[in-house]
């Protein structure tokens, strides 16, 4: 019996040991998977900027789709996506040659505060939209207006190019290029017509209106009171002599204009045809009262010929956006909460601009005519004019800044803007 169990235990050890073995290999396999696994995760992850919304794993023959935690920004990381679209911009800033001192870098003339300031302003934009509206910017509408960038721009090449700097990462680009130009755009159209803001100013204007009905009270009212003399030029007027010394000067189109709207302040049917627009405008009669974007007002007639109108306004403006914001007190959230979406990066457009055409642009200012438009190289600024046919108070002051790039309108700063004003020059230094 000792001897039978004695020449049996090395082949018991010898199977114990293969055994073993075994475990060790499939432990170690498993291993190797499980590192293999995890390292291809992090590949992913940094060539997609370390901040994709969605990695693959390879597994065996088969793909599965793994979901990561909702992608967020710091305040840090908008900031400097914000210097690499201003670069962008900068190097296309046309530098006049008359100017003896070469371009300067980007850091001379932006500074760290100020590109901080600009990825609050969007920021806070955004939370009035939530907070104030209650619709916030989502997913699907970040998307569209990639889409809508891409589609319609102007300049396809410089386009590529702020693609190209936010690392074609379309996360990126729709948290720091798409995400600021819509919301300047949503919440300039929502602000100006809010009647929970300028509720109280209407009732004002309303209350001195019935107060002091007559043409001859419109001076008494809080409103800014001005008188002006519209004059019919018959051929296009030159820019030079368009301001006459008591009024303006319209060609026939936009006196033919102007008379239809004043008409239509004061009867019920619009687009009437001049010479009814004409006599259907009474003298000495105040207009019930009428608004726009930046005001509320009312206007009267005090002469009239065929050709020339003396009009008497009275308007009380809106408060700008930019002040009410600051007042509202809305706090820069900036862990700002982002839409969880899945991004894909638009095909650009490959044409551009066609020439001797005219295409609808994505939320322009006010029209306007008088004004001033210059060309830096990367946009168009328009600014000042009035608006033909209503003739308010005061000009313009305000304007707007065309990026053809990503066709998108943004409104000029209200800080330390000069006096409103028309038929005015305006260079590019």
């Known amino acids: 019996m000792y001897n039978a169990i004695s020449s049996a235990l090395p082949q018991f050890k010898k199977i114990v040991l293969l055994i073993f073995a075994a475990i060790v290999c499939l432990a170690s396999y498993t291993a190797i998977r499980a590192i293999t696994a995890t390292t291809s995760l992090r590949i992913g992850a940094s060539q997609a900027g370390n901040i994709i919304a969605r990695s693959f794993v390879q597994t065996g023959d088969n793909a599965i789709a793994a979901s990561n935690p909702a992608r967020t920004l710091s305040f840090a990381e908008r900031v400097a996506y914000q210097r690499t679209i201003e670069e962008v911009y900068w190097r296309h800033r046309i530098w006049p040659k008359e100017r003896p001192d070469s371009k300067p870098s980007l850091e001379a003339v932006m500074s760290q505060a100020q590109l901080e300031k600009k990825v609050e302003d969007y920021l806070r934009k955004s939370q009035a939209l939530e907070d104030y509206w209650h619709r916030p910017l989502t997913a699907q509408q970040l998307q569209a207006e990639m889409e809508r960038m891409a589609r319609h721009t102007k300049q396809p090449e410089v ?159 809106k408060e700008p956006l930019a002040p009410w914001l600051a007042r509202a007190g809305n706090q820069v959230n900036t862990a700002i909460t982002v839409p969880n979406g899945n991004y894909t990066l638009p095909e650009n457009s490959v044409s551009g601009c066609t020439e001797n055409t005219w295409t609808a642009t994505s939320g322009p200012p006010d029209g306007r005519v008088g004004h001033t438009a210059v060309w830096t190289g990367s946009e168009m600024i328009v600014w000042g004019g009035f608006e033909p046919g209503f003739f308010l108070a005061t000009p313009f002051n305000t304007g707007g800044r065309y990026d053809p790039s990503t066709d998108n309108w943004t409104t000029t700063s209200l800080t330390s803007a000069p006096a409103a004003r028309y038929d005015h020059t305006a260079v590019w230094t």
């Not at 109280?200 to 001005?226: I, N, P």
């Not at 019919?232 to 002599?241: C, G, L, T």
């Not at 060609?251 to 239809?260: G, M, R």
């Open 159 to 317: 386009l590529r190019e702020l693609f190209a700097a936010l690392g074609n990462d379309p996360f990126v680009i729709a948290e720091c290029l798409a995400r600021p130009a819509l919301t300047e755009r949503l919440l300039t159209s929502w602000y100006a017509y809010d009647e929970r803001i300028h509720s109280e100013l209407k009732q004002r204007a309303e209350a001195q209106l019935r107060m002091f009905g007559g043409t001859e009270q419109m001076k008494q009212t809080s409103g800014m009171y001005r008188e002006i003399e519209v004059l019919k030029s018959n051929s296009v007027p030159d820019e030079a002599h368009r301001s006459a010394s008591r009024g303006v000067k319209l060609n026939s189109a936009e006196w033919d204009k102007t008379l239809q709207k004043l008409a239509a302040i004061y009867t019920e049917h619009a687009g009437k045809l001049p010479a009814e627009a004409y006599d259907s405008i009474p003298i000495g009669k105040l207009s019930s009262l009428q608004e726009d974007e930046t005001s509320y007002y009312a206007t009267t007639i005090l002469t009239k010929t065929t050709d020339r109108l003396k009009l008497a306004t009275v308007a009380w403006l």
